[in-house]
């Protein structure tokens, strides 16, 4: 029981001490963690958008290529964090020939790019030249968070050039308030955001998640002190924070849009959203499509998720309800175990 | 490092004197307001103190401990650490047990208090020193958030401290946390936890005033007043709001009607544009800054709440006879409620529309004060920020049509390709 007198106080003080000292005497010996290490060979570039594809030393079983793409707003580094919870790893390992896209890090002179230039113009000529490279008519296409988004809306511009469609932690109705986000981005005025910074800094966005639940930030280090003997433990946490600090800034006119016409006018589920010349259908969506939601998402709500299969065209659809929060979907051990195999079976099928 | 090891040293070495200095100060007038009994011993301050610095003297110079100075630095600390307790233990006890905390006392449990204060302007100190021996990356990153938190977690303890010794009595009632309540010292644990401006918001601020002070500057004869009474008019937080506002649009049309003669007399032209521009951004600065505070107000509010109903749960374990043994438990559980409770304020309408309007009046007033300061800078020979997006515009505009051109080619030549190629089987066929 603790000494509550002054007593108390200095010993306190001599723990935290203590404590502070272990971890400056650790943590200054730890070499910079390294995060993506799976091989990966760049095979195209488009402005700041690079595409990678995953180098295997066996042929893969799945004749047709998978196309990654992750959120514009976190890296997809976190698909690849470490070779024992790396999704990618995990499907090159289990047969399948995969490419991902970099959207890179956006800078003052990108300010001006648009949803417009992102799906048809970036995710558009990756899509092609990997059709193109590999000879194939169709691809598989796979989207994460907002990447599913706009490889849904993607999909359902190009339906001819996809073979599958798997979108993870999606957000496509955004007319509920479950999470204050939704509700949040229905007042902001993001046209004078927009107009005045040009690039929304990715610390801005961060500073938003991190309100839902404002305690996080504090919480994990008071675990960290306990995890100094275990270099183990500790390279894990380093390598998240180092994705989670690691944030690009987003391209302002795409963001005006994305928040415009999808967070507050819901205009993509409800039919009314256009994209360039094209008016977005979601019933062109007429390829296999698989829905991955997570059961404890705090971010994007399955009642978010959930709803686009009602209003696509493909009679070939399912949904998978992951037992887990937003991001365990692609690092936790169950990801591994049960995600990766379901998925990797699912796309194997349709090939 | 050795360089290092030495700075830190000598400034552990003067914090610790000074830590016990005040704590001998503090432990003779907290003796002389209940015994009469003798002094406090100063011969064993000085002969533990003296016996430190031999320590430090003899190790500091030696090579061994200079390339492994932390754990040097742990053995010292633990040590004075130890020495202090057991002599503080020894020679207090039996009054510390006795305290009723009555103005004298408090006002000397206060002077033990920079004791405490004194350690922690020692990390603060050396923790700059000790950032230099990092390499930039994730280590240093993660060493600054431990740091940080640690200070959080330090800042709760010394919130709570003055209760411990109710807790413990089982004499701790919500009254009681109300009485010994820190509030400064709980509005710096909620700035520090909610970075309530993060930086882009505290440079914007700042580089808003910085620059609206240099524009007044060049203006300076019709603007001296006006800054003047802007700095004195700058609200608290504690106000209320609407009496604030009220307050300030008094001011802003007094002062509009005490300049608006000269203003009259001035002819149209850049010159009273510019002065006219400056007042409705001085205008616009101080609306955000009291938007601004009634957000933090509500910040700070929620915080309260949080807290005291922190302080109702010990109170009901005390009550129940339950064991309070770990401050650590007390911290956790105000990280859980202050989670629920700000969860709950983000998740209202009002907190959404608040912050909105600050974020929108926000961005509106730093594109004025850029646009002004542009307008300032226009007679000198560099490129300003509505140039660059125009060229940023241009060049954006280019790259798209090269893209359209490159595919473009890029089409034509598979055309020519295939033709060729179909010209070439028809020509073999044929021959």
Known sequence: ?351 | METNAKNMFETMADMQKQAVENLTNATEQIKKNLFTTNMVDSDIFKKWYDSQMAFFNQNKGDNKNASNPMEFFNTWMNNQMETAKTWFSNNNNPFMNNMNMNDDMKKNYDNMMSMFNNWSGTMNNTYSEMLKNFNAGSGKDAFSGLFNNAELYMKSFELWMPMFKSIQDKSFTPETFKQLFNAPLFKDMMDKMFNMQPDFMKNMNEEAKANMFKMMDANKGMFDNMKNMMNSNMPSSNELFSQLFANYNKMQNSMNNSVAPLMKLMPQGPAKQNIESMNELANEFNIFNLKNNQMQYMMYATGLKAIEEVADSIATKVRNGEEVSNFMDIYNQWLAINDKNFVALFETDEYSKMQADLSSFGMKLKRNINLQMEKAMENLPLINRTEMDELYKTVYELKKRINVLEKQIDADSTEVAAEVKTTAKKASKNS
């Open chain 1, 1 to 351: 029981m603790m000494n509550m007198n002054a007593a108390g106080i200095m010993e306190e003080m001599t723990k935290t001490s203590e404590k502070l000292v272990k971890g400056y005497e650790t943590l200054q010996k730890i070499d910079e963690v390294e995060v993506a290490t799976t091989p990966k060979e760049l095979v195209w570039q488009s402005d700041l958008v690079k595409l990678f594809h995953y180098k295997r030393e066996t042929p893969a079983t799945c004749k047709i290529p998978v196309l990654v793409s992750f959120a514009i707003m976190n890296r997809q580094d976190v698909l690849d964090l470490q070779p024992d919870r790396s999704l990618m790893k995990k499907f090159l390992d289990m047969g399948l020939d995969v490419y991902i896209m970099d959207w890179g890090y956006p800078q003052k002179q990108h300010r001006y790019l648009t949803m417009e230039d992102y799906i048809l113009g970036f995710m558009n000529d990756a899509v092609d030249f990997v059709r193109k490279s590999t000879g194939n008519d169709k691809i598989h296409k796979m989207g994460i968070c907002q990447g599913g988004t706009f490889s849904a809306i993607y999909a359902s511009i190009f339906p001819e050039k996809l073979k599958t469609l798997t979108t993870y932690v999606a957000p496509y109705d955004f007319s509920g308030n479950e999470c204050m986000l939704y509700k949040w981005t229905k007042d902001i005025d993001v046209d004078a955001m927009v107009d005045t910074m040009g690039i929304i800094p990715a610390k801005m966005i961060d500073n938003g998640f991190g309100m839902l639940k404002p305690s996080a930030e504090v919480s994990k280090f008071l675990n960290l002190p306990n995890m100094m003997g275990d270099e183990a433990k500790l390279s894990n946490f380093l390598r998240m924070e180092k994705w989670k600090n690691d944030c690009p800034d987003l391209a302002g006119e795409m963001f005006r849009k994305y928040i415009k016409d999808l967070w507050r006018d819901n205009k993509l589920i409800k039919g009314e959203f256009e994209l360039g010349k094209y008016k977005v259908d979601l019933k062109n969506i007429t390829m296999p499509f698989l829905n991955i939601y997570a059961t404890e998402d705090n971010i994007i709500p399955n009642s978010s998720t959930t709803p686009i299969a009602k209003v696509i065209g493909s009679k070939d659809k399912s949904e998978h309800a992951f037992q887990g929060g937003h991001i365990g979907v692609f690092v936790g051990s169950k990801s591994q175990k049960e995600l990766a195999p379901m998925v990797v079976k699912w796309v194997m099928d349709r090939t």
